[in-house]
């Protein structure tokens, strides 16, 4: 990525080669076996520690600002997934599409797109990014490739090959990066657009954050066959599972999926094993899981402390620089929260526009 993660807007990416090996902690055992662990640049760590904790302080005060009732509807925190999204952007180029479900947040953030229009989609107001009427997980942004958002569960696959397909079709040089989770893998359109995007070799890259549950059903109990990252086999199209809470890993394997996919070789697919810490929603009581089983990802697991550890014993900076990122991340929260909370609500006339196309336009 190295282009990426000094500048969010820069243009071409560049996959860095492997480099010096750092030992790594494993994800709860879930890890594939590797014992050594890719080691990121200066730069690349601390542009990783910066999107991490503004996907995660964003979150925390969308969850604060729900709490207050200032946001309405449902509301999914990514809260304990950053490293996935992060490490996937620091992969991908300027151009290439991404496309998700209703945990959609980070992937928003990630890509660049304006906290303050984000935070105010969420309090439905007019400067929000889907107008005030999409909500939580109903946003797009053309201008930053980001096509939702999407509240069905597994429509965002049938849609990312699409993007896929337009990318071949048009001759262009980008990807698609789609999204979804353990329990939209065992969907029916999952499996048909595997199928198109291996038949006709599209530029797709799925990831499958697998974060163990679907709302409060584990992956165990609804999933014949477990091992998502072999879900392509029978399609021809490889896998591979990452751990999910490293973005060392995250960005390695991306880079490795994305340059197959680039290349004209077809899908590839990740396994992403990831965590989510808060409820599926905001109105989740959680009783599927014990508290020391979240409590361990926490403390053992967390993406962004790992990156501050590497970081700080690496001498990258000092806790007073990390302090400092701390301070203008909690700046651009604190006004996107402000910007969301006073911004003027849809004009009533609102709701007759954008439910159909008008006959004759
Ligand atoms: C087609 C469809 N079926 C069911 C639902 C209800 N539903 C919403 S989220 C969800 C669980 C999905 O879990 P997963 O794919 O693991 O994603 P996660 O929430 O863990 O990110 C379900 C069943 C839905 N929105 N759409
Ligand atoms: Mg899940």
């Known amino acids: 990525m190295a282009k990426k993660a000094a500048t969010r807007k820069s243009g071409a990416s560049k ?21 050594n662990a890719p080691a990121l ?12 904790l503004l996907i995660r302080r964003f979150e925390e005060k969308a969850g604060q600002m729900y709490g207050m009732g200032l946001i309405g509807g449902f509301c999914h925190l990514y809260i304990g997934q950053e490293a996935v999204v992060t490490g996937i952007h620091m992969a991908s180029k300027e151009g290439d599409a991404s496309i998700t479900g209703y945990r ?47 509240g069905i569960v597994g429509a965002q696959v049938s849609l990312g090959t699409g993007l896929a397909f337009a990318y071949k079709y048009r001759g262009e040089d980008n990807v698609s990066l789609t999204y979804f989770g353990d329990g939209a893998s065992n969907q029916g359109q999952v ?11 599209l530029p797709v890259v799925y990831i499958i954050e697998n974060n163990k ?22 399609f ?25 996919a680039r290349s004209g070789k077809g899908p590839y697919i990740l396994e992403m094993l990831t965590y989510r810490y808060r409820g599926h929603s905001m ?9 020391d089983e979240v409590q361990t990802m926490r403390s053992e697991h967390d993406p962004i402390e790992q990156v501050k550890q590497r970081i700080l014993s690496e001498k990258h900076a000092s806790e007073d620089d990390l302090k400092q990122i701390e301070k203008e991340v909690r700046a651009i929260v604190t006004q996107a929260a402000d910007f969301a909370t006073n911004a003027p609500e849809p004009d009533i006339s609102e709701l007759w526009t954008d439910i159909t196309i008008q006959a004759g336009s």
């Open 104 to 150: 959609d947040h980070g992937h928003m953030l990630v890509a660049g797109i304006d906290p303050n229009g984000v935070m105010a989609e969420l309090t439905g107001r007019a400067s929000g990014l889907s107008k005030g009427k999409g909500g939580s997980m109903h946003m797009f942004s053309k201008e930053k490739n980001f096509y939702g958002g999407n």
């Open 41 to 52: 640049t200066k730069e690349e760590e601390l542009y990783a520690y910066r999107e991490m």
């Open 213 to 234: 549950y679907a709302m409060g059903t584990s992956l165990e109990r609804a999933s014949a066959m477990t091992d998502l990252s072999q879900r392509g086999a029978s």
């Open 283 to 291: 109105s989740d009581p959680a009783k599927y899981r014990s508290k």
């Open 191 to 201: 499996y048909e657009s595997f199928n198109m995007a291996k038949l006709w070799d």
């Open 236 to 260: 021809d199209i490889p896998g591979e599972k990452v751990d999910g809470m490293d973005v060392r890993y995250v960005h390695e394997a991306a880079a490795r999926a994305i340059a197959h």
């Open 15 to 35: 996959t860095p080669p492997a480099k010096k090996t750092l030992a790594s902690k494993t994800a709860a055992g879930r890890r594939p076996a590797r014992s």
